[in-house]
């Protein structure tokens, strides 16, 4: 969250921390990844790391985004496409027009879970949008000094007849809002869907990892998604707590009540900038009339370190990346969602394609 | 880290198989992150006769006089000696550091669980896997005699005993270049210091936006 807001990340930086989620900072064109304690240590005594080279892999998004379709949306619908292990190995670059259309917030989201695709780095290309963003933060270079990065910084795309190892495409029209159903950040479909079946898979390990994550998350095969009904919603992480992803949640909820079945609804923005940025654009007064908790910044309920947390059988429409059994607290079952879903979700006491609401 | 040449230190002989690390450091002491102050508590459930937890005066602990490591005659023991798959079950670190920490430079063992031996070569803690059979003589050897040390010569590969016996070990060349060298993986990169630094120095011109 910081590190961009301050312009201490900048293009072209190679940026570790260790925090797997560091692939966020990709977004602005960095090679940014999350590493072990060990590798702490290496960075801090020698400012090197030894590394074997990935492989690449190039994610296109092609094509307009509908509305109420988020970043969010897009990194899921990508992750379901080519599974949780699908980028293990490689960088991925994100590309194609959808990716350019993101702002860089939502490019943030979409590098934030590529370590979920299984990939340690992901990465966007710079472009005006980049340029735009980091333009005047306290740490980005000004005056000549701005001059010069601005040329160096330009040279950071992939060359138009560049190769990769793998190549994959999305069409960004047929991208529908995204529920997560099971234990694993592919275990995910459109709002319109259903729970899926484990008779109808056909390899066996497969199939028993969706009997086993039917069972956790105690659905039912063939259960529509708009029929599941969270107990808690949670606004926030690294994932999804920039102003962006506050104004989308706001908006949905705005002169509308949580629903009565919801027993805890909070928004956790990311820092505090984007929460007094948010307070003076009056979200948290939207947030608050309508029944939410507008909470103080950090990881809160995304990882359940803190009091934050699912109680056992608890469900959750949460913002943040991870679905793990257990991850927001023992027990708790998580179903990943953009800011604006959980947010309809809130209002309507069961998980709703945000474009219908009115 | 520490250069692994030659070694010549007392043997304590542990009769065990599958010393797990669990056993080798209990898991209410993984809470520190810091890499220093494990000794005491290596082995704590079979060394002392209390629970203990991270804060307490270990040395006011009552210890289990039965243990191998509270006998008297193996203290400063600096070679440890055991069975079967030593090291076995997590990867924390902190198990090799207890054993270094504590005194330990070296274990001999048959065999030893895969993620404790790199750990422990990363470390400085030097394994050596022998045949069973040696091994099992060596516990013999090592029970009956006291004051039982033997020497290891890390350059030649080889373990001999106070009987003029030698036995040659096998140790991956690149893991033998690291310990001779006292080489842990910081020590390997800053070999290349001057390649860095002469990174560094082109990379502030190219980019100086980054260093102002």
Known sequence: MIGPEQGATLPGMTVVCGDSHTSTHGAFGCLAFGIGTSEVEHVLATQCLMMKKTKTMKVEVEGALGLGVTAKDIILAIIGKIGTAGGTGYSIEFAGSAIRALSMEGRMTVCNMSIEAGARAGMVAVDDTTIEYVKGRPMAPAGAMWDKALAYWRTLVSDPDATFDKVVTLDAAQIQPQVSWGTSPQMVTTVDGKVPDPAQEKDPVQREWMERALKYMDLKPNTPITQIKPDKIFIGACTNSRIEDLRAAAQVVKDKRVASNIKLAIVVPGSGLVKQQAEQEGLDKIFTAAGFEWRQPGCSMCLGMNDDQLSPGERCASTSNRNFEGRQGAGGRTHLVSPAMAAAAAVAGHFVDVRTMK | ?212
């Open chain 2, 1 to 212: 880290m520490e250069k692994f040449v030659r070694r010549e230190g007392l043997v304590a002989p542990m009769d065990r198989a599958n010393v797990d690390t669990d056993a080798i450091i209990p898991k209410q002491y993984l809470k520190s992150i810091k890499r220093t102050g494990y000794g005491p508590n290596l082995f704590d459930e079979w060394r002392y006769l209390d629970h203990g937890e991270p804060g307490m005066d270990h040395s006011k602990r009552p210890l289990n006089k039965d243990f191998v490591l509270n006998q008297p005659r193996y203290q400063g023991a600096t070679v440890l000696l055991a069975r079967e798959n030593f090291g076995c079950g997590s990867s924390r670190e902190h198990a090799p550091w207890a054993l270094l920490q504590y005194g330990f430079q070296a274990v001999i063992a048959p065999s030893f669980a895969d993620i404790f031996y790199n750990n422990s070569l990363k470390n400085g803690l030097l394994l050596i896997r022998l045949d069973a059979k040696i091994v099992d003589r060596l516990l013999r050897e090592a029970q009956a005699t006291p004051g039982y040390r033997v020497a290891i010569d890390l350059e030649q590969q080889a373990v001999s005993t106070p009987g003029g016996e030698s036995f040659r070990f096998e140790i991956d060349p690149f893991n033998k270049h690291c310990l001779l060298n006292g080489l842990d993986e910081i020590g390997l990169t800053l070999g290349h210091a001057d390649k860095i630094r002469a990174f560094e120095a082109a990379h502030r011109e190219r980019q100086p936006w980054l260093f102002s």
